[in-house]
């Protein structure tokens, strides 16, 4: 049962001074700000019933996410940091005397209500900004950026260890209920290991002979990984669910990782023979659609992750963002932005500006059909 609110008032708010509580500045005019009922839509609208067990209070959930992405907590620093504080604890409408939420709940939560509602509040909290008139939007400016993934940095070797790693673990939890099925499979994660170490013995050299005798050591891994798959393959079709859920997730999994090797074992034979430049190249076995990207930056070559657009207001104000799969162009986003900023404020901005990566002379002219009054693209 969703829970909206936590309408009952303890003892200690009437016993402590009202000092004690008083929220800083920033916290204040945010608890205002999450009081507005249209912020409860989005959950309103993931929940079709009145049964069960109530839910933690929306508000105390909104607020706890306001302090996780503000300070970039982890879901247990949270948990504790919310919990020692008096005025965070009044912001997040916690009593003293309760117990904290565990952080598992949070997760959970989180994971419930999915993505959609992140992007509903944001629309909902541009839409109220507007009608306080507090968001200009006459003029535009739109840019990219990358968001990286968490991951090592990736090498066609290390990439499949990691392909090995996970499939050797997964066989090993089929052991534990058919371990007649697994009986030929053998675990060359240490075999792996002693490759990739003498590859980065290699690496130091950085001669000519040094990158051939590279290739020949990711040849051997290629061949111990194809092993691998094709005798997992052989564990998954022997193994017999028998109607027990749990094993036929098991094996759908093992399936999944085992066609993600695949693909990276074909990506690392490209590398071997020569083929340097591979579109879509994967650079993750636990974040398969993360995508090299070059930026241009000095520090970083390329960075591993996403292109996000970001759109913004001549009063800085981020009013429209779009995460990419992959690296597209630049001048691909710049349209779609003006649209989505349409359809937002029933508008078009006056003015445009970008950088040299969004401009084009077809980008200028459907800006203008549009009815943007200034460009400013170079390109």
């Known amino acids: 049962m969703l829970k909206l609110r936590e309408e009952q008032i303890t003892l ?22 999450l009081d507005d009922e249209r912020f409860m839509q989005p959950f309103l609208e993931k929940h079709h019933t009145r049964r069960g067990r109530p839910t933690k209070a929306i508000e105390t959930f909104l607020r706890l996410m306001y302090l996780k992405r503000r300070y970039n907590f982890g879901y247990e620093s949270l948990v504790q940091e919310v919990g020692d504080s008096l005025t965070w604890r009044r912001f997040c409408r916690i009593p ?47 840019d990219t950026t990358v968001v990286e993934s968490d991951v090592h940095h990736p090498t066609d070797a290390t990439l499949l260890q990691d392909g090995v790693k996970v499939i050797t673990r997964l066989v090993g939890k089929i052991r534990k209920v058919a371990s007649e099925a697994t009986r030929n499979f053998e675990d060359k994660n240490s075999e792996v290991k002693q490759h990739i170490l003498s590859i980065a013995k290699l690496l130091r050299r950085r001669t000519q002979q040094s990158w051939d005798e590279l290739n020949a050591i ?94 913004e207001t001549e009063n800085g104000f981020v009013t429209g963002y779009e995460l990419y799969k992959g690296n597209p162009s630049d001048d691909e986003m710049l349209v779609p932005a003006v649209v989505q900023h349409k359809e937002r404020f029933g508008s078009v901005p006056r003015a445009v500006a970008t950088d040299r990566g969004f401009g084009s002379k077809k980008n200028e002219s459907t800006l203008a059909e549009l009815g943007v009054t200034r460009i400013s693209t170079p390109f």
């Open 96 to 142: 003293i005397d309760e117990k904290m939420p565990d952080p598992t709940t949070l997760i959970k939560a989180r994971q419930r209500y999915g993505e959609e509602w992140v992007e509903q509040l944001n629309e909902l909290l541009l839409q109220k900004l507007d009608e306080a008139k507090v968001l200009k939007h006459r003029k535009l400016r739109t």
């Open 12 to 33: 200690w708010d009437s016993i402590i001074s009202e000092s004690v509580w008083s929220l800083p500045e920033e916290l204040a005019k945010i608890d205002a700000l």
């Open 218 to 311: 990711t040849e051997q891994v290629v061949a111990m990984t194809e092993d691998v798959c094709q005798k997992s393959t052989a564990v998954m079709n022997l193994t017999k669910d028998k109607g027990k859920a749990s094993v036929k997730a098991m094996k759908e999994k093992l399936g999944e990782a085992i066609t993600l090797t695949q693909k990276l074992v074909d990506q690392a034979k490209q590398v071997v023979s020569g083929n340097r430049i591979i579109p879509d190249r994967i650079v993750s076995f636990f974040d398969p659609e993360a995508r090299p990207i070059k930026k241009g930056k000095l520090s970083k070559s390329a960075e591993f992750g996403y292109k996000a657009r970001i759109d």
